[in-house]
Antibody, heavy 118, light 111 residues
Framework: QVQLVQSGSELKKPGASVKVSCKAS????????MIWVRQAPGQGLEYMGW????????TYAQGFTGRFVFSLDTSVSTAYLQISSLKAEDTAVYYC???????????WGQGTLVTVSS | QPVLTQSSSASASLGSSVKLTCTLS???????IAWHQQQPGKAPRYLMK???????NKGSGVPDRFSGSSSGADRYLTISNLQFEDEADFYC?????????FGGGTKLAVV
């Protein structure tokens, strides 16, 4: 069965960096794109962008350029989200999700809470 | 780009039915959407893909109580025989070659 397992919660100071991992299993990793979604405390889902798992090409949504980087390690079927120069407003749960054959997100990771606080 | 509009909240009684609405913006009424459920403290879960024709395809393990329908720019999620476990936030999603958007979500209370 398809599973996306994300790394654990992180507590970081402003200005630091964080790298969140999303390990996929149960399907061919390079067959389906990986989507990243942010959910700030008490807020809705916000699309961050996606990465082509075949070519490694990332595409970032508006508002997620510059400090946000999507990457892959296909040898271990894992996608990564790195955020640099962290700010308090980056505090959120970050989700990876597989883009299914129809184009929608069809499987979600369990989420990674990133807390930015001094 | 498309915009999805959802009511912020809804409530219904245990054992009854509820119909949640997601409205596509002008010029995007033919778009396919997906519905996702997010129970408190949990990750979202994919429920179904829903076309403008009303045809829907559910994700693995989604109970028969969940169904979809469409009318014009409106996409509906109907939950019948409501259970307390159905109390959750429900999000619609749509996409095209350039972007992906989520609706603001509807918080469903089962009373």
């Amino acid at each position: 069965q398809v599973q996306l397992v994300q790394s654990g919660s992180e507590l970081k100071k402003p200005g630091a960096s964080v790298k969140v991992s999303c390990k996929a299993s149960g399907y061919t990793f390079t067959s389906d794109a990986m989507i990243w979604v942010r959910q700030a405390p008490g807020q809705g889902l916000e699309y961050m962008g996606w990465i082509n798992t075949n070519t490694g090409t990332p595409t970032y949504a508006q508002g997620f350029t510059g400090r946000f980087v999507f990457s892959l390690d296909t040898s271990v079927s894992t996608a990564y989200l790195q955020i640099s120069s962290l700010k308090a407003e980056d505090t959120a749960v970050y989700y990876c999700a597989r883009e299914g054959d129809s184009g929608n997100a069809d499987y979600w990771g369990q989420g990674t809470l990133v807390t930015v606080s001094s | 780009q498309p915009v999805l509009t959802q009511s912020s909240s809804a409530s219904a009684s245990l054992g009854s039915s509820v119909k949640l609405t997601c409205t596509l913006s002008s010029g995007h009424s033919s778009y396919i959407i997906a519905w996702h459920q997010q129970q408190p403290g949990k990750a979202p879960r994919y429920l179904m893909k829903l076309e403008g024709s009303g045809t829907y395809n559910k994700g693995s393990g989604v109970p028969d109580r969940f169904s979809g329908s469409s009318s014009g720019a409106d996409r509906y999620l109907t939950i019948s025989n409501l259970q307390f476990e159905d109390e959750a936030d429900f999000y619609c999603e749509t996409w095209d070659t350039n972007t992906r958007v989520f609706g603001g979500g509807t918080k469903l209370a089962v009373v």
